[in-house]
């Protein structure tokens, strides 16, 4: 028994005319006769008395248009699930970012997107950078927004450029006015970070500006890998913060102010990891909208001054 059988014999049974019912299918009148032969010969029963005048429906007819009915609406049922998840599929892309180091070109190019592509449903995760880019890889995201170092292999690397570093004050402290801070009017005092797993490219960076400049801060991480968490630990008196210049850009807290960190214009690199190329069609779909989200993420990067058009596949 086929779906075509049934739609024919529904449409027959509705008209209880065979002309009319192929004019309703748009196919020839023989078509619908002979696909109502093939049903009552598979069935073993007939299902319509034709005349030269009338046609009528048998018992066994009036018993099977009920169910004929019910098969078709869950057969379009079904079908309508497949395409709107293959739409789905073309039209939602999921972004994961690290809390405290999202570049601003990235919202920017977002914003782009809700214009050039309309159909587009953006899902924005945050988390720990290893679990990102393992997400990434597993096809759980599309993209994640990360810092460099990290481990790349097998992805494509978008550079989004580099970024200083800010020094997160209370508005009552004296350094709050400063044009820059340098690590070394923060020591001995303790420094809140983010918990290493958020960022660990930005924190080993720190780590390293502390060695460079021959200090060992006292580094207190935050409980929780959120920014408000930071804030909130140097706004209760716990320590300044040292934090990525892009949470400048983000937040905006009462009582808190963000110096730049002296002689650390260009100390950390964000990028954009997305996966190669799949050559099935729903995931080619759903590239061609991550390699518009790249494109314009590139190009809100590079007007913004902040990044370098580099597209690498790392080895």
């Known amino acids: 028994m086929e779906l075509r059988q049934l739609r024919y014999f529904v449409a027959v049974a509705e008209e209880l005319h065979f002309r009319r019912a192929a004019e309703r299918l748009y196919v020839a009148q023989p078509a619908v006769s002979e696909q109502i032969r093939k049903l009552e010969a598979e069935l073993g029963v007939r299902?319509?008395?034709?005349?030269?005048?009338?046609?009528?429906?048998?018992?066994?007819?009036?018993?099977?248009?009920?169910?004929?009915?019910r098969v078709l609406r869950h057969a379009e049922i079904a079908q309508r699930a497949a395409r709107n998840a293959h739409a789905r599929a073309g039209g939602r892309m999921r972004i994961g970012y690290l809390p405290d180091s999202l570049p601003a070109s990235v919202p920017r190019a977002l914003g782009q997107m809700s214009t050039s592509l309309p159909g587009v449903d953006v899902a924005m995760e945050t988390g720990p950078a290893a679990r990102l880019i393992q997400r990434v890889r597993d096809d759980e995201l599309d993209a994640v927004v990360t810092g460099l170092p990290a481990a790349t292999a097998g992805l494509l690397v978008t550079s989004l450029?580099?970024?200083?570093?800010?020094?997160?004050?209370?508005?009552?402290?004296?350094?709050?006015?400063?044009?820059?801070?340098?690590?070394?009017?923060?020591?001995?005092?303790?420094?809140?970070?983010?918990?290493?797993?958020?960022?660990?490219?930005?924190?080993?960076?720190?780590?390293?500006?502390?060695?460079?400049?021959?200090?060992?801060?006292?580094?207190?991480?935050?409980?929780?890998p959120r920014i408000e968490s930071v804030l909130?630990?140097?706004?209760?008196?716990?320590?300044?913060?040292?934090?990525?210049?892009?949470?400048?850009?983000?937040?905006?807290?009462?009582?808190?102010?963000?110096?730049?960190?002296?002689?650390?214009?260009?100390?950390?690199?964000?990028?954009?990891?997305?996966?190669?190329?799949?050559?099935?069609?729903?995931?080619?779909?759903?590239?061609?909208?991550?390699?518009?989200?790249?494109?314009?993420?590139?190009?809100r990067a590079a007007s913004a001054g902040d990044g370098r058009p580099a597209l690498a596949l790392a080895g």
């Not at 006015?177 to 660990?200: F, G, K």
């Not at 080993?204 to 991480?221: K, M, V, Y």
């Not at 040292?242 to 002689?263: H, Q, T």
Request: proline share 7%.
């Open 47 to 69: 299902l319509f008395d034709r005349t030269n005048r009338r046609v009528e429906m048998t018992t066994a007819g009036a018993a099977l248009l009920d169910e004929a009915r």
């Open 161 to 224: 450029g580099r970024q200083g570093a800010v020094v997160a004050v209370p508005a009552t402290d004296g350094r709050s006015a400063a044009a820059a801070v340098s690590l070394r009017r923060l020591a001995p005092q303790r420094i809140v970070t983010m918990p290493r797993d958020a960022n660990p490219a930005f924190h080993d960076t720190i780590l390293s500006l502390c060695r460079d400049a021959a200090i060992a801060p006292d580094l207190h991480e935050a409980p929780e």
């Open 232 to 299: 909130l630990a140097v706004a209760s008196g716990t320590g300044p913060a040292v934090l990525p210049a892009a949470v400048a850009d983000r937040y905006s807290v009462p009582g808190i102010r963000f110096v730049p960190l002296y002689d650390s214009d260009s100390v950390f690199e964000s990028a954009l990891l997305t996966r190669p190329d799949d050559d099935n069609e729903a995931v080619a779909v759903l590239q061609r909208t991550v390699a518009h989200f790249v494109n314009a993420v590139r190009a």
